[in-house]
């Protein structure tokens, strides 16, 4: 269960973390940004296979949590004069406790019921954020000023990229030790059976909210991060449809493993970024369709996606590296 367990892993391991934080040395602008936002989603998503992934409990109001990360810390800093890291840990904080009261409901229900509790929980928050107006913006939304720390202000694209980037790894790092822990032990155990969890001394409901607790810590921090990098956040920015797309990235990484949460991330973002290029030229090639190719292309190509994994793979893309190394490590001896 080490995180690194050769010498070939831990200098691979280096030597990654090396080129990520040399990449805005020549890496133009439009690929940072890619990076960032892919940073800021991973570490959402991240709090999410933590609750669904190993603790068996699904989740559909990550994106409403993003909104009160975003608005807390922006609304901390703005009309509070508070720094970045601090209004940074109170956004964690308050998307943390909402979780919990949002989370009680699964001590009595699960699956599809636990499901329309936390949509109940989406439309609510953002039906306060809406008809707050005072205190968040409204509508109109809310400017949020670029993160600073000890005086150094984080304005360029490259210095926004260095500090969300940072506090990816390290959010991803406590993840992983969180999950090889007895903490970690205590999550499978309730997903794969919460009635033998608590025969054999696992305090069930406790463990299912600090479950809900990191999930939505995980998903403030990256909300915070996503208004102090835009600048601005609105409540249009944090839709039910972002939620689901964070459960899809989930399925298709593969559940149960911070492994799988990365190679989901990444490989939707870049299905969705080959989408975005390709739709012009489908318009082009079909005018008379070309509206509808464009609105409705990225939908079809992601719901198809999701069927093909579970399908094919349901054990997500994890399953075919795991496979892989499997081979590799006795290639050329495939018995």
């Known amino acids: 269960m080490a995180i690194t367990w050769s010498r070939f892993q831990r200098v691979a391991l280096v030597v990654f973390l090396v080129v990520l934080f040399a990449l805005p040395l020549f890496t133009p602008t439009s690929i940072l940004a890619w990076i960032t936002l892919l940073s800021i989603t991973l570490i959402s998503v991240t709090g999410l296979g933590l609750l669904t992934g190993y603790c068996g409990q699904v989740s559909l109001g990550q994106a409403a949590f993003m909104a009160v990360g975003a608005y807390t810390s922006g609304i901390l800093g703005t009309r509070f004069g508070m720094p970045f890291l601090p209004s940074l840990v109170c956004a964690g904080l308050t998307g943390g406790v909402l979780g919990i009261l949002f989370g009680l409901p699964s001590f009595k229900t699960k699956g599809f019921y636990l499901v329309m509790t936390t949509i109940g929980a989406h439309f609510i928050i953002i039906w306060l954020i809406l008809h707050l107006p005072e205190l968040t913006g409204g509508s109109r939304g809310l400017h949020v000023p670029p993160p600073a720390i000890a005086g150094m202000t984080f304005a360029t694209e490259q210095s926004k990229y260095y500090l969300i980037v940072g506090i990816t790894v390290i959010m991803i790092l406590l993840a992983k030790n969180l999950v090889r822990s007895k903490t970690g032990r205590a999550f499978v155990a309730i997903r794969d059976n919460d009635i033998a969890a608590?025969?054999?001394?696992?305090?069930?409901?406790?463990?299912?909210?600090?479950?809900?607790?990191?999930?939505?810590?995980?998903?403030?921090?990256?909300?915070?991060?996503?208004?102090?990098?835009?600048?601005i956040v609105s409540a249009e920015q944090f839709t039910l449809l972002e939620s689901i797309w964070q459960l899809g990235m989930l399925i298709v990484g593969g559940m149960g493993s911070i492994m799988g949460i990365i190679?989901?991330?990444?490989?939707?973002?870049?299905?969705?970024?080959?989408?975005?290029?390709?739709?012009?030229?489908?318009?082009?090639?079909?005018?008379a369709v070309s509206y509808e190719i464009s609105a409705s292309l990225m939908l079809m190509v992601f719901s198809l996606a999701i069927i093909i994994t579970l399908i094919f793979e349901p054990r997500g893309l994890n399953h075919l590296w795991q496979s892989f190394k499997a081979k590799y490590r006795i290639w050329p001896f495939p018995y």
């Open 263 to 287: 190679f989901g991330v990444v490989f939707l973002r870049l299905l969705r970024q080959i989408v975005t290029i390709s739709a012009p030229v489908l318009s082009s090639l079909i005018p």
């Open 198 to 231: 608590a025969t054999m001394g696992v305090n069930v409901g406790r463990y299912k909210l600090l479950a809900f607790f990191l999930c939505c810590l995980y998903a403030s921090v990256s909300g915070a991060l996503f208004g102090h990098y835009l600048g």
